[in-house]
């Protein structure tokens, strides 16, 4: 019997060792027509294995390319598409370039971080409070995600107002407190019943 850790490695194991052998037999056909009837045939059967991949742009050019990369370059056709060059498929890709900021809070995240800058800068009044409530809500949502202990409303008061850079201190508006508290406790409550 013998196993594939025996085997010649695949190129594109997704397309299995069969597609591998009609390569093979492809790139051994003397005749140029025959070889170019069988990459056809090859392509379609490849198409095949992937329907779900059709829909994609360029599905087509994506399946000629696999083909030379399983060929290893070394199969004589008429491709309907420029073939990607060895050098670039070798190539590293480019590092992409991360903001140097990091979120103070990681589980809260940089997006949390700039709804608290809009709230921040927004003027005193109703839609600021309720701007604040559905951060507070968030931000304990975030916090349950990540840390699978319960949270106390006083820690996520104390991390917001480390984000705003103490500009947001719901200790000293009681209405708002009060509000937001009621809110916390109500979403807790939904969460319990949903796991029952």
């Not at 290893?72 to 670039?88: A, K, Q, R, V, W």
């Amino acid at each position: 019997m013998e196993y594939n850790t025996s085997r010649k490695k695949l190129v594109l194991p997704e397309y299995g060792r069969n597609i591998q052998k009609m390569v093979k037999l492809a790139k051994a056909e003397p005749d140029q027509e025959k070889k170019n009837t069988m990459a056809k045939a090859i392509i379609a059967i490849m198409g095949n294995m992937n329907p779900h991949l059709r829909d994609i742009a360029d599905f087509k050019h994506k399946l000629w390319d696999h083909l030379a990369i399983i060929s290893e370059f070394d199969l004589d056709i008429e491709s309907p598409y420029e073939l990607p060059e060895i050098e670039t498929l070798m190539e590293k890709p480019e590092k992409v370039p991360y903001k140097d900021k990091q979120a103070k809070f990681k589980h809260y995240g940089q997006t949390l971080e700039k709804m608290v800058a809009v709230a921040v800068d927004m003027e005193d009044g109703e839609l600021k409070n309720i701007l604040i409530q559905l951060i507070a809500n968030h931000m304990k949502k975030s916090y349950l995600t990540w840390n699978k202990e319960t949270v106390n409303d006083e820690l996520i008061f104390k991390d917001l107002k480390v984000i705003s850079g103490g500009r947001i201190d719901l200790n000293t508006n009681e209405t708002i407190l009060t509000e937001t508290k009621e809110i916390l406790a109500k979403n807790k409550r939904r969460r319990i019943q949903r796991k029952k």
